[in-house]
DNA sequence: ATGCATCGCGCG
DNA sequence: AAAGCGCGCGATGCAT
């Protein structure tokens, strides 16, 4: 059964369409969250515009939902999918479903938190019954070749968009004195704003008086590019990878200058007033928000929260962090995309190991570097030079990921293990690759139109195991979070284990301390129900790390 | 004042 | 332009 709720101008309406998709009830709600957690009981799956438009309010009033369909998030992969381009839903014209449909705002501009009180603030979202949409997406599933491919992708999807928004509700712990301490000792003591901090300030008079520069402004790269230049350093930019080639007394100061002016100004004490509040970061993730099927994030930068503040993250008294990260997750998920059995035996322990083991390379860091070049796309260096190696002792995994790369080259869609599809290349791509082709051809035409396809070629490539290992970690994270609600009796988030972070193939579970090794071990079990929902019988295993702390930092 | 491109660097 | 993929975000520098 699946109950679809919609905002209409006379208000809240929920229909109720039966597994056989007939409407057997429509009714108006006027408490959505009363009305919500009543027929909760009967198991339901709710459907709605956009999970963030409605979930928020209903967990502010302590209601959650065992399942949904986020139809903005299945619509945009139902259109694109190779599996439903027959559709009906497919084949229409772009529609309000198809529209950039902004997720509904969490904060205010200056990051102050949840607009929960009154209407959503999103705009209104045109012309979009949800009920029909609902239909024509159970036609498109239903039509397709392979529908249990991308019914399963879309319920994933779905449950991906819960769990976000049950994270942001649930808030990462995060104690703004240690963050402050881990501040001070590495740069001093706060300064007045617009002041550089003791410590910055430090090193960086070291800089300019061994640049003799003594107005050097380091932040500005072309500034910076000249003034080492008059010190007789030749570069072509100014990263710190490159910095780190010189031998030059300027370059240890300099290159600790920008670790901290880094930490500064991504993670310093402007960003711990804006971004925690009451002992929480609560970021907003964004589902689907890569083309990949990966999460994005907006606000705080979420996803590159750098290993020196994660000592800030301090589970609560008598709380702990069970922190969980797929091993060797993309190589892995190609070698059950691909079917390889070899690959997937060398992966019965440390994936990296088992192919030195087969004899394709001679250590592990080679067959690491290795492995990247062929997920990668490497043509150059050492990781191209080993990738033949690798395509010797495993021809199917390899054999896959040269064929997206080559069908990427000719400007085709390629496809996930459940069913995601790429973006075609854009209009630019196309006429370089035609002026290639064309009477006024040159030299230039055509190396640009080679360069284009064998750049496309890479992002194809990449974008099936990417994209189907990002399939992986929502299968994961929903069987997770299934097994946490048995786990706690349906006791509210805050009281029982939670998710509270999730970084594409890592979780961050904030539990009581007793329940820790028994969260593990759901973790673990939930990692061999996402392996099998992808993979089925294949014998590819997906082993994870966990680590018991009190502190993110402790974690790796 | 505000927008946009670029550089650089954090994460996977 | 690191050896290749995917992001978000801040500072700078230039354009509007």
């Not at 190779?82 to 014209?93: D, I, M, P, R």
């Not at 080639?245 to 711990?272: D, F, M, V």
């Not at 990247?372 to 033949?388: D, F, I, K, Q, V």
């Not at 064309?438 to 139109?449: I, K």
Request: net charge negative; hydrophobic share 45%; with cysteine.
């Amino acid at each position: 059964m699946i109950v679809v709720l919609a905002r209409t101008a006379d208000g809240v309406v929920a229909t109720t369409i039966d597994d056989d998709g007939a409407v057997s009830d429509t009714e108006m709600v006027d408490e959505v969250a009363e009305y919500v957690e009543f027929r909760e009981e009967e198991r339901p799956r709710w459907a709605w515009d956009d999970t963030s438009r409605w979930y928020p309010d209903l967990l502010t009033a302590g209601v959650r939902v065992e399942r949904c369909f986020d139809l903005r998030l299945c619509h945009v992969i139902l259109r694109n999918s190779t599996l439903t381009a027959t559709s009906q839903l497919a084949l229409a014209e772009p529609g309000a479903w198809d529209a950039a449909l902004r997720p509904m705002v969490f904060r205010e501009p200056d990051g102050a938190l949840f607009v929960l009180d009154g209407e959503p603030s999103a705009e209104p979202m045109g012309e979009s019954d949800p009920v029909a949409e609902l239909l024509l997406q159970r036609v498109a599933v239903a039509a397709s070749a392979q529908p249990g491919r991308i019914g399963r992708l879309i319920a994933a999807e779905s449950a991906g968009a819960l769990i976000a928004a049950e994270m942001t509700f649930a808030g990462l712990p995060w104690r703004a004195e240690q963050h402050d301490e881990i501040l001070q000792q590495l740069l001093g003591p706060r300064p007045s704003s617009g002041e550089r901090p003791v410590k910055l300030h430090a090193v960086l008079a070291r800089v300019r008086e061994l640049l003799d520069a003594p107005d050097l402004n380091p932040d500005s790269p072309s500034e910076l590019q000249k003034a080492l230049g008059r010190a007789g350093l030749i570069v072509t930019s100014t990263r710190s990878w490159e910095l780190r080639k010189l031998t030059h007394p300027s370059i240890a100061p300099l290159l600790e200058y920008k670790k901290l002016s880094r930490l500064l100004s991504a993670n310093g004490w402007q960003w711990l007033d804006t971004w925690v509040v009451d002992g929480r970061f609560r970021p907003t993730y964004v589902p689907g928000g890569v083309v990949t099927g990966r999460w994005a994030s907006d606000g705080g930068g979420a996803l590159q929260l750098p290993k020196q503040v994660r000592g800030a993250v301090i589970a609560d008294d008598g709380w702990k962090f069970v922190v969980a990260d797929a091993s060797q997750l993309e190589p892995r998920v190609l070698a059950g995309m691909a079917a390889d059995r070899a690959m997937a035996e060398a992966g019965a322990g440390d994936l990296y190991a088992g192919i030195v083991s087969s004899g394709a390379v001679e250590t592990r860091d080679q067959a690491k570097v290795a492995m990247l070049g062929a997920m990668y796309g490497a043509t150059t260096g050492e990781s191209g030079r080993l990738m033949p190696q690798l395509a010797r002792q495993y021809p199917k995994a390899i054999g896959m990921v040269e064929a997206a790369a080559r069908a990427g080259e000719r400007g085709e869609v390629v496809t996930t293990t459940l069913g995601r599809s790429s973006p075609p290349p854009g209009p630019q791509w196309r006429e370089a690759q035609s002026d290639a082709f064309g009477e006024n051809a040159t030299d230039a035409t055509t190396s640009r139109a080679r360069s284009a396809a064998r750049s496309w070629g890479r992002f194809t490539r990449n974008f099936i195991v990417q994209g189907s290992a990002a399939e992986w970690a929502l299968c994961w994270m929903a069987s997770l979070r299934r097994r946490l609600t048995v786990l706690s009796g349906n006791a509210p988030l805050g009281d029982s284990p939670h998710l509270v972070f999730f970084l594409h193939d890592e979780v961050v579970v904030h539990c009581p301390a007793p329940l820790a090794d028994e969260v593990a071990r759901e973790i673990r079990a939930a990692a061999v129900d996402a392996g099998r929902l992808l993979f089925g019988p294949l014998p590819v295993t997906f082993p994870v790390t966990i680590a018991i702390v009190d502190n993110y930092g402790q974690a790796k």
